[in-house]
Protein backbone atom coordinates (compact mmCIF):
# COMPACT_ATOMS: atom_id res chain seq x y z
CA UNK A 1 0.00 0.00 0.00
CA UNK A 2 1.41 3.43 -1.09
CA UNK A 3 0.34 7.20 -0.52
CA UNK A 4 1.03 9.07 -3.64
CA UNK A 5 0.72 12.81 -3.51
CA UNK A 6 0.21 15.04 -6.90
CA UNK A 7 -0.82 18.32 -7.56
CA UNK A 8 -2.52 17.06 -10.73
CA UNK A 9 -4.48 13.72 -10.78
CA UNK A 10 -5.52 12.32 -14.27
CA UNK A 11 -8.21 9.25 -13.87
CA UNK A 12 -7.79 7.47 -16.79
CA UNK A 13 -5.44 6.24 -19.81
CA UNK A 14 -7.42 6.95 -22.65
CA UNK A 15 -6.57 9.76 -25.57
CA UNK A 16 -8.70 12.66 -22.91
CA UNK A 17 -6.07 11.42 -20.27
CA UNK A 18 -2.97 10.78 -21.81
CA UNK A 19 -3.21 14.18 -23.35
CA UNK A 20 -3.63 15.89 -19.82
CA UNK A 21 -0.91 14.47 -18.85
CA UNK A 22 1.19 15.62 -21.85
CA UNK A 23 0.32 19.20 -20.87
CA UNK A 24 0.88 18.78 -17.16
CA UNK A 25 4.36 17.13 -17.83
CA UNK A 26 5.03 20.11 -20.03
CA UNK A 27 4.22 22.26 -17.77
CA UNK A 28 6.48 21.36 -15.19
CA UNK A 29 3.23 20.43 -13.08
CA UNK A 30 3.28 17.38 -10.49
CA UNK A 31 1.28 15.14 -11.86
CA UNK A 32 0.27 11.51 -12.33
CA UNK A 33 -2.13 9.41 -14.11
CA UNK A 34 -3.36 6.31 -13.00
CA UNK A 35 -4.55 4.06 -15.80
CA UNK A 36 -8.04 2.32 -14.97
CA UNK A 37 -8.84 -1.40 -15.29
CA UNK A 38 -8.04 -1.10 -19.57
CA UNK A 39 -4.94 1.24 -20.35
CA UNK A 40 -5.13 2.74 -22.95
CA UNK A 41 -8.90 3.03 -23.12
CA UNK A 42 -11.69 1.82 -25.63
CA UNK A 43 -9.31 3.03 -28.61
CA UNK A 44 -7.15 0.18 -28.02
CA UNK A 45 -10.08 -2.32 -29.05
CA UNK A 46 -10.84 0.24 -32.22
CA UNK A 47 -9.63 -1.44 -35.33
CA UNK A 48 -9.33 1.27 -37.94
CA UNK A 49 -8.97 4.87 -36.82
CA UNK A 50 -8.75 7.58 -40.25
CA UNK A 51 -9.97 10.69 -38.59
CA UNK A 52 -7.78 11.40 -36.39
CA UNK A 53 -5.30 14.60 -37.73
CA UNK A 54 -1.69 13.67 -38.94
CA UNK A 55 -1.91 10.46 -40.47
CA UNK A 56 -2.30 9.94 -44.28
CA UNK A 57 -2.30 5.98 -43.73
CA UNK A 58 -5.38 4.32 -41.50
CA UNK A 59 -4.12 3.68 -37.79
CA UNK A 60 -5.07 1.21 -35.82
CA UNK A 61 -6.36 1.93 -32.20
CA UNK A 62 -4.26 0.01 -30.30
CA UNK A 63 -1.12 1.71 -32.42
CA UNK A 64 -2.57 5.25 -31.98
CA UNK A 65 -2.59 4.95 -28.25
CA UNK A 66 0.94 2.91 -28.04
CA UNK A 67 2.05 6.31 -29.96
CA UNK A 68 0.37 8.46 -27.43
CA UNK A 69 1.75 6.68 -24.77
CA UNK A 70 5.06 6.92 -26.01
CA UNK A 71 5.15 10.21 -26.20
CA UNK A 72 3.72 11.01 -22.65
CA UNK A 73 6.72 8.62 -21.34
CA UNK A 74 9.20 10.71 -23.24
CA UNK A 75 7.64 13.84 -21.72
CA UNK A 76 8.00 12.49 -18.21
CA UNK A 77 4.17 11.66 -17.49
CA UNK A 78 3.85 9.77 -14.69
CA UNK A 79 1.60 6.36 -15.01
CA UNK A 80 0.71 4.24 -12.26
CA UNK A 81 -1.36 0.46 -13.21
CA UNK A 82 -3.97 0.87 -10.74
CA UNK A 83 -7.72 1.58 -10.66
CA UNK A 84 -9.48 4.43 -8.75
CA UNK A 85 -11.92 2.75 -7.11
CA UNK A 86 -13.53 5.90 -4.59
CA UNK A 87 -13.13 9.28 -4.54
CA UNK A 88 -13.54 11.76 -1.79
CA UNK A 89 -14.13 15.19 -3.21
CA UNK A 90 -15.74 16.47 0.08
CA UNK A 91 -11.97 17.84 1.61
CA UNK A 92 -9.39 19.24 0.12
CA UNK A 93 -6.67 18.18 -0.89
CA UNK A 94 -8.99 15.16 -2.73
CA UNK A 95 -8.03 11.72 -1.31
CA UNK A 96 -8.86 8.83 -3.92
CA UNK A 97 -8.32 4.96 -3.35
CA UNK A 98 -7.53 2.57 -5.77
CA UNK A 99 -8.14 -1.13 -6.23
CA UNK A 100 -4.64 -1.97 -5.17
CA UNK A 101 -5.24 -0.31 -1.74
CA UNK A 102 -2.94 2.85 -2.85
CA UNK A 103 -4.32 6.22 -2.05
CA UNK A 104 -3.99 9.40 -4.03
CA UNK A 105 -4.27 12.62 -2.65
CA UNK A 106 -4.19 15.38 -4.74
CA UNK A 107 -4.68 19.49 -5.21
CA UNK A 108 -6.88 18.75 -8.62
CA UNK A 109 -8.03 15.99 -10.25
CA UNK A 110 -8.97 15.49 -14.05
CA UNK A 111 -11.45 12.77 -14.50
CA UNK A 112 -11.28 10.86 -17.54
CA UNK A 113 -12.61 7.40 -17.02
CA UNK A 114 -14.24 7.32 -20.60
CA UNK A 115 -17.56 5.48 -21.17
CA UNK A 116 -18.32 1.60 -21.04
CA UNK A 117 -20.36 -0.61 -23.89
CA UNK A 118 -24.23 -1.39 -23.26
CA UNK A 119 -25.64 -4.95 -23.79
CA UNK A 120 -28.98 -5.66 -24.35
CA UNK A 121 -29.98 -7.26 -21.18
CA UNK A 122 -30.85 -10.37 -22.09
CA UNK A 123 -30.43 -13.41 -19.29
CA UNK A 124 -29.36 -15.24 -22.32
CA UNK A 125 -26.62 -12.59 -23.21
CA UNK A 126 -25.21 -12.48 -19.90
CA UNK A 127 -24.73 -16.40 -19.79
CA UNK A 128 -22.66 -16.66 -22.78
CA UNK A 129 -20.53 -13.34 -22.75
CA UNK A 130 -16.46 -14.66 -23.16
CA UNK A 131 -18.22 -17.85 -24.61
CA UNK A 132 -19.76 -16.23 -28.17
CA UNK A 133 -20.93 -13.06 -27.27
CA UNK A 134 -18.51 -10.07 -27.52
CA UNK A 135 -18.40 -6.59 -27.71
CA UNK A 136 -15.31 -6.69 -29.15
CA UNK A 137 -14.42 -7.75 -32.99
CA UNK A 138 -10.95 -6.40 -33.37
CA UNK A 139 -10.65 -8.32 -30.46
CA UNK A 140 -12.63 -11.70 -30.79
CA UNK A 141 -13.05 -11.51 -34.60
CA UNK A 142 -10.10 -13.87 -35.71
CA UNK A 143 -11.89 -16.92 -33.34
CA UNK A 144 -14.48 -17.22 -36.30
CA UNK A 145 -12.62 -17.49 -39.09
CA UNK A 146 -15.39 -19.18 -41.55
CA UNK A 147 -17.55 -19.01 -39.61
CA UNK A 148 -21.54 -16.94 -39.60
CA UNK A 149 -21.84 -14.30 -37.05
CA UNK A 150 -24.02 -11.31 -35.96
CA UNK A 151 -23.67 -7.83 -35.57
CA UNK A 152 -26.79 -5.93 -33.50
CA UNK A 153 -26.96 -2.18 -33.78
CA UNK A 154 -27.30 0.56 -36.34
CA UNK A 155 -24.90 2.99 -35.39
CA UNK A 156 -21.00 3.76 -36.08
CA UNK A 157 -19.45 0.84 -34.15
CA UNK A 158 -22.01 -2.14 -35.64
CA UNK A 159 -21.05 -1.13 -38.71
CA UNK A 160 -17.29 -0.71 -38.06
CA UNK A 161 -17.58 -4.04 -36.62
CA UNK A 162 -19.61 -5.76 -39.15
CA UNK A 163 -17.10 -4.60 -42.28
CA UNK A 164 -14.12 -6.11 -39.72
CA UNK A 165 -15.36 -8.41 -39.20
CA UNK A 166 -15.36 -9.84 -42.71
CA UNK A 167 -12.10 -10.21 -42.82
CA UNK A 168 -12.42 -13.60 -41.41
CA UNK A 169 -16.09 -14.71 -41.16
CA UNK A 170 -17.65 -16.10 -44.62
CA UNK A 171 -21.38 -14.30 -43.19
CA UNK A 172 -22.02 -11.34 -41.03
CA UNK A 173 -25.83 -11.27 -39.84
CA UNK A 174 -26.69 -7.08 -39.11
CA UNK A 175 -29.55 -6.64 -36.65
CA UNK A 176 -31.21 -3.29 -36.60
CA UNK A 177 -34.00 -2.13 -35.02
CA UNK A 178 -34.65 0.42 -37.14
CA UNK A 179 -35.03 0.67 -41.16
CA UNK A 180 -31.85 3.24 -41.08
CA UNK A 181 -28.34 3.41 -39.62
CA UNK A 182 -27.08 6.34 -37.62
CA UNK A 183 -23.75 5.74 -38.72
CA UNK A 184 -21.37 8.03 -41.17
CA UNK A 185 -21.67 8.06 -45.04
CA UNK A 186 -18.34 6.17 -45.62
CA UNK A 187 -19.39 3.47 -43.16
CA UNK A 188 -22.81 2.85 -44.88
CA UNK A 189 -21.26 3.03 -48.43
CA UNK A 190 -18.85 0.36 -47.69
CA UNK A 191 -20.98 -1.71 -45.63
CA UNK A 192 -23.60 -1.44 -48.74
CA UNK A 193 -20.81 -2.68 -51.34
CA UNK A 194 -19.91 -5.68 -48.82
CA UNK A 195 -21.45 -8.59 -50.10
CA UNK A 196 -20.35 -10.74 -47.30
CA UNK A 197 -23.21 -8.62 -44.91
CA UNK A 198 -26.76 -9.32 -44.92
CA UNK A 199 -29.05 -6.46 -43.01
CA UNK A 200 -31.82 -7.49 -41.41
CA UNK A 201 -33.98 -3.94 -41.00
CA UNK A 202 -36.69 -3.57 -37.95
CA UNK A 203 -35.42 -5.97 -36.04
CA UNK A 204 -34.42 -7.01 -32.86
CA UNK A 205 -32.44 -10.45 -30.56
CA UNK A 206 -34.67 -11.96 -28.74
CA UNK A 207 -32.54 -14.76 -27.58
CA UNK A 208 -29.17 -16.30 -27.73
CA UNK A 209 -29.06 -19.84 -27.98
CA UNK A 210 -26.17 -22.57 -27.04
CA UNK A 211 -24.83 -25.33 -25.86
CA UNK A 212 -24.10 -26.16 -22.13
CA UNK A 213 -21.35 -27.98 -22.51
CA UNK A 214 -18.94 -26.54 -23.87
CA UNK A 215 -21.12 -23.32 -23.29
CA UNK A 216 -20.76 -22.01 -27.02
CA UNK A 217 -23.53 -19.88 -29.14
CA UNK A 218 -25.00 -21.75 -32.04
CA UNK A 219 -27.68 -19.20 -33.08
CA UNK A 220 -29.99 -16.71 -32.05
CA UNK A 221 -33.66 -16.06 -32.28
CA UNK A 222 -34.65 -12.76 -34.27
CA UNK A 223 -37.75 -10.83 -34.44
CA UNK A 224 -39.22 -8.22 -36.63
CA UNK A 225 -40.87 -5.25 -35.16
CA UNK A 226 -43.15 -4.21 -37.05
CA UNK A 227 -44.46 -8.19 -38.19
CA UNK A 228 -43.30 -9.89 -35.98
CA UNK A 229 -42.09 -12.56 -37.85
CA UNK A 230 -39.71 -14.66 -36.19
CA UNK A 231 -36.24 -15.96 -37.27
CA UNK A 232 -33.61 -18.69 -36.54
CA UNK A 233 -30.45 -17.85 -37.53
CA UNK A 234 -27.04 -19.92 -37.09
CA UNK A 235 -24.07 -18.05 -36.09
CA UNK A 236 -21.39 -19.09 -34.01
CA UNK A 237 -20.97 -15.37 -32.57
CA UNK A 238 -23.05 -12.02 -31.87
CA UNK A 239 -21.40 -9.16 -31.48
CA UNK A 240 -23.38 -6.36 -29.27
CA UNK A 241 -22.63 -2.98 -30.66
CA UNK A 242 -25.62 -0.89 -29.11
CA UNK A 243 -23.73 1.86 -27.93
CA UNK A 244 -22.06 3.18 -24.53
CA UNK A 245 -22.34 4.30 -21.18
CA UNK A 246 -20.56 7.03 -19.57
CA UNK A 247 -17.95 5.60 -16.59
CA UNK A 248 -19.70 8.08 -14.23
CA UNK A 249 -21.02 6.10 -11.02
CA UNK A 250 -17.98 6.74 -8.72
CA UNK A 251 -18.86 10.67 -9.13
CA UNK A 252 -22.82 10.66 -8.72
CA UNK A 253 -22.97 11.80 -5.12
CA UNK A 254 -20.65 14.82 -5.50
CA UNK A 255 -21.07 15.77 -9.47
CA UNK A 256 -24.04 16.71 -11.70
CA UNK A 257 -24.61 14.60 -14.39
CA UNK A 258 -27.06 14.74 -17.21
CA UNK A 259 -30.11 12.41 -17.71
CA UNK A 260 -27.22 10.39 -19.76
CA UNK A 261 -25.15 10.26 -16.73
CA UNK A 262 -22.36 12.44 -18.52
CA UNK A 263 -20.65 14.89 -16.23
CA UNK A 264 -22.01 18.34 -16.43
CA UNK A 265 -19.32 20.69 -16.94
CA UNK A 266 -19.19 24.64 -16.97
CA UNK A 267 -20.15 26.66 -19.97
CA UNK A 268 -17.02 26.67 -22.74
CA UNK A 269 -15.34 24.79 -19.56
CA UNK A 270 -14.24 21.30 -18.27
CA UNK A 271 -14.24 22.29 -14.81
CA UNK A 272 -17.07 21.24 -12.79
CA UNK A 273 -19.34 22.45 -9.85
CA UNK A 274 -16.49 21.74 -7.25
CA UNK A 275 -12.98 23.75 -7.77
CA UNK A 276 -10.74 21.98 -8.55
CA UNK A 277 -12.29 18.77 -10.46
CA UNK A 278 -12.38 18.53 -13.59
CA UNK A 279 -13.79 16.48 -16.35
CA UNK A 280 -12.79 15.08 -20.20
CA UNK A 281 -13.21 13.37 -22.92
CA UNK A 282 -16.27 10.49 -23.24
CA UNK A 283 -17.27 10.99 -19.85
CA UNK A 284 -18.91 14.93 -20.58
CA UNK A 285 -19.75 14.38 -23.58
CA UNK A 286 -21.46 11.56 -25.95
CA UNK A 287 -19.14 11.86 -29.26
CA UNK A 288 -16.45 9.05 -28.58
CA UNK A 289 -14.38 10.88 -30.49
CA UNK A 290 -10.60 10.64 -30.31
CA UNK A 291 -9.75 13.88 -31.07
CA UNK A 292 -12.51 15.58 -28.80
CA UNK A 293 -11.41 13.47 -25.95
CA UNK A 294 -7.83 14.66 -26.61
CA UNK A 295 -8.75 18.43 -27.42
CA UNK A 296 -10.87 17.74 -23.94
CA UNK A 297 -8.50 16.54 -21.81
CA UNK A 298 -5.77 19.37 -23.40
CA UNK A 299 -8.16 21.93 -21.97
CA UNK A 300 -9.07 20.52 -18.91
CA UNK A 301 -4.91 20.26 -18.22
CA UNK A 302 -4.77 23.84 -19.14
CA UNK A 303 -7.34 25.03 -17.12
CA UNK A 304 -6.04 22.89 -13.94
CA UNK A 305 -2.89 24.72 -14.19
CA UNK A 306 -3.85 27.77 -14.05
CA UNK A 307 -5.79 27.32 -10.93
CA UNK A 308 -3.01 25.27 -9.23
P1 LIG B 1 -24.69 4.88 -31.18
O1 LIG B 1 -25.40 5.40 -29.97
O2 LIG B 1 -24.28 5.80 -32.25
O3 LIG B 1 -25.57 3.75 -31.86
C1 LIG B 1 -26.16 2.75 -31.10
C2 LIG B 1 -26.96 1.88 -32.03
O4 LIG B 1 -27.46 0.79 -31.29
C3 LIG B 1 -28.13 2.60 -32.64
O5 LIG B 1 -28.31 2.15 -33.95
C4 LIG B 1 -29.28 2.18 -31.75
O6 LIG B 1 -30.49 2.11 -32.44
C5 LIG B 1 -28.87 0.79 -31.38
N1 LIG B 1 -29.38 0.41 -30.09
C6 LIG B 1 -29.31 1.09 -28.92
N2 LIG B 1 -29.88 0.38 -27.92
C7 LIG B 1 -30.32 -0.76 -28.48
C8 LIG B 1 -31.00 -1.90 -27.96
N3 LIG B 1 -31.30 -2.01 -26.67
N4 LIG B 1 -31.31 -2.90 -28.82
C9 LIG B 1 -30.98 -2.82 -30.12
N5 LIG B 1 -30.34 -1.77 -30.68
C10 LIG B 1 -30.02 -0.76 -29.85
O7 LIG B 1 -23.46 4.05 -30.55
P2 LIG B 1 -22.05 3.72 -31.21
O8 LIG B 1 -21.36 2.94 -30.15
O9 LIG B 1 -22.20 3.11 -32.52
O10 LIG B 1 -21.37 5.12 -31.36
C11 LIG B 1 -21.30 6.00 -30.23
C12 LIG B 1 -20.55 7.26 -30.63
O11 LIG B 1 -19.23 6.90 -30.97
C13 LIG B 1 -21.12 7.97 -31.83
O12 LIG B 1 -21.00 9.34 -31.62
C14 LIG B 1 -20.24 7.51 -32.94
O13 LIG B 1 -20.18 8.44 -33.98
C15 LIG B 1 -18.90 7.36 -32.24
N6 LIG B 1 -18.05 6.37 -32.93
C16 LIG B 1 -17.23 6.84 -33.89
C17 LIG B 1 -16.42 6.01 -34.61
C18 LIG B 1 -15.55 6.59 -35.66
O14 LIG B 1 -15.45 7.80 -35.76
N7 LIG B 1 -14.95 5.82 -36.51
C19 LIG B 1 -16.39 4.56 -34.34
C20 LIG B 1 -17.32 4.15 -33.31
C21 LIG B 1 -18.12 5.04 -32.65
P3 LIG B 1 -31.44 3.39 -32.63
O15 LIG B 1 -30.84 4.16 -33.75
O16 LIG B 1 -32.75 2.80 -32.91
O17 LIG B 1 -31.41 4.11 -31.31
Same mark, same amino acid.
Request: hydrophobic residues 30%.
Given at each position: MAEYKSDLLIIGSGPAGYTAGIYAARAGVKSLI??????? *???? /????????????EVISGYDLMHRIHKQAMNLGVHLIDDEITEVDF????FVCSSASGNSFMSKSIIIATGASVNWLGLPSERKYIGHGVSSCATCD *???? /?GKEVAVVGGGNSALEQALYLTNYVEKVYLIH???????EHALQKRLFENRKITIFWNNVVDEIVGTE???EVTGIRIR?????KKKFLDVAGVFVAIGHHPNTEMFRRYLQLDAGGYIITKPKSN?????GVYAAGDVCNPYRQAIIAAGCGARAALEAIREL
Open positions: VAGAQKG *GQLI /KSSEVENFPGFTYDHP *GFFY /KRRHSFNAEPLNVKSDATDIK
